[in-house]
């Protein structure tokens, strides 16, 4: 399970240094392909291979006339590319992806439990500190024995 956060860089050709952390759990439980994403342009979800075949799995349940499937699967096409993880421990993030996201120098890196999400540092920070946690919110996960 991914969890935590970790600063990186992401270089001048668009790779991303998978953090230490990250990079030794992936070694040991899902080998080198991915499949990297988003679904609101703001962030990259780098999903291990298998894990996002798992949401395919669901995916496929779902009727190919649903406008929620067909939303869902034209924004993470739209920003989504295969990918495999360089002998440097790199994998490439898409351009699109890069671009929207502006995820072209300093970033953070958090395990998201089964797959890793990438964020421009500023801009995260600047949504976290807009959006605090609330009394709502905090019930809300007390209501799920958290």
């Known amino acids: 399970m991914f969890r935590g956060n970790h600063p990186a860089r992401v270089d ?30 703001q962030s990259a979800e780098i999903y291990p291979l298998t894990e996002w075949q798992k949401i395919e799995e669901k995916l ?11 939303k869902f699967l034209d924004r993470v096409n739209y920003y989504g590319q295969m990918t495999e993880i360089d002998a440097q421990g790199r994998v490439l993030l898409p351009q699109i992806l890069r671009e929207t996201a502006k995820l072209n120098s300093d970033v953070v890196v958090f395990g998201v439990q089964t ?19 609330t009394a709502d919110d905090l019930q809300s996960l ?3 024995g958290i």
Do not use: C, W
């Open 12 to 41: 001048e050709k668009g790779r991303l240094k998978v953090p230490a952390d990250f990079k030794r759990l992936l070694d040991e439980k899902y080998g080198k392909f991915f499949y990297i994403t988003s679904k609101d342009g």
């Open 142 to 144: 007390a209501n799920f």
């Open 115 to 133: 797959y890793l999400e990438v964020q421009n540092h500023d801009d995260f920070k600047q949504r976290m500190d807009a959006n605090p946690m």
């Open 60 to 70: 496929a349940q779902i009727p190919s006339l649903n406008p929620a499937k067909k």
